[in-house]
């Protein structure tokens, strides 16, 4: 199956747009995540806000972002003063400069994304990959997007660009702030630690040699259990029951009148009966035209 780009733009330096499309360079699929169920009865469980000074259930009409500041103290800050600091998403990834390659350490690269050649932009994205080959360097620009801006290098990999999001100078911890103590090292401790690192070399990282055994054994087990029927099927009603008194709790209901202000999505039953109001037979308005039109021809 053909990857499927996530967003599109264009790389830009200096005057020249290569217009560029983004592709991840993880694959979903790969990795086995789980959901919470109920175990008595399958059913996924949701999640629900609860404040425990009110003791209820909070929606989330109701919910604002806070800071902490110290324990339990919090400056709260509301969506439309978020929105206010965000940064506008552009299309363009800026080039700035370009580097040596070995100047960017690997502690800064978080993110990773592909970039391919858009539309009538196969030309300029050829000539920028030959010539990044060329100088060995790699570019470093910015790119904003979804209200955040981000450093990133644009470097060739082969026949095309990755593009590596990086974390900003002040998220990456300095090594000299770890607790190592530096101990004298003898001439034949280092002969020993060379000859072992010589013994264990290779030529070259070979990604395909490591897979991930506890994933592996992971699918075995959930391909057993299927094989074997132990699959919990979550019923469309299971999402509602008779509490404690004879109250009916129904979270998604409750998830969906809070997304919604309040107003339940569910509707009224005597909302049906006004319905039916509309059935009057027209003849009864249209007799006096139809007389009319009899007084005309008369």
């Not at 075995?220 to 132990?230: F, N, S, T």
């Not at 039916?276 to 005309?296: H, L, N, Q, S, Y």
Request: proline share 5%.
């Amino acid at each position: 199956m053909s990857a499927r780009a996530i967003s599109s733009g264009s790389l830009s330096f200096g005057l020249v747009n290569v217009p560029v499309k983004l592709y991840a360079t993880t694959n979903a699929s790969a990795r086995v995540s789980f959901h919470w169920l109920h175990e008595a009865c399958g059913s996924r469980v949701r999640t629900q806000y609860y404040c425990p000074k009110d003791d209820k259930a909070v929606g989330h009409d109701e919910l604002v972002r806070g800071y902490e500041i110290s324990k339990g103290h919090y400056v709260p800050v509301h969506e439309e003063e978020l929105a206010s600091v965000k940064a506008a998403s552009r299309d363009s990834i800026d080039i700035l400069e370009f580097v040596p390659t070995d100047t960017v350490d690997v502690l800064y690269l978080d993110h990773s994304y592909y970039l391919a050649p858009d539309k009538r932009g196969a030309k300029a994205y050829a000539v920028l990959v030959e010539a990044m080959r060329r100088s060995g360097r790699i570019a470093v620009a910015r790119y904003a997007a979804r209200g955040k801006e981000h450093v990133v290098t644009v470097r060739v990999d082969g026949e095309v660009l990755v593009m590596h999001q990086l974390r900003f100078a002040d998220e990456v911890r300095a090594p000299d702030e770890l607790p190592v103590e530096h101990e004298s090292v003898s001439q034949r401790e280092l002969a020993l630690a060379l000859q072992l690192i010589e013994q264990t070399s290779a030529d070259a990282f070979e990604p395909s040699a490591h897979t991930d055994e506890v994933r592996a054994r992971t699918k075995q087990l959930l391909a057993r259990k299927r094989a074997a029927g132990e699959v919990a099927v979550e019923e469309p009603e299971a999402a509602t029951r008779a509490g404690a008194g004879g109250k009916v709790i129904d979270l998604m209901e409750a998830l969906k009148a809070s997304l919604a202000g309040g107003k339940t999505s569910r509707p009224a039953p005597t909302r049906r009966k006004p319905a039916a109001t509309p059935r009057r037979k027209p003849a009864r308005a249209a007799g006096p035209r139809r007389g009319r039109r009899k007084a005309a021809r008369g």
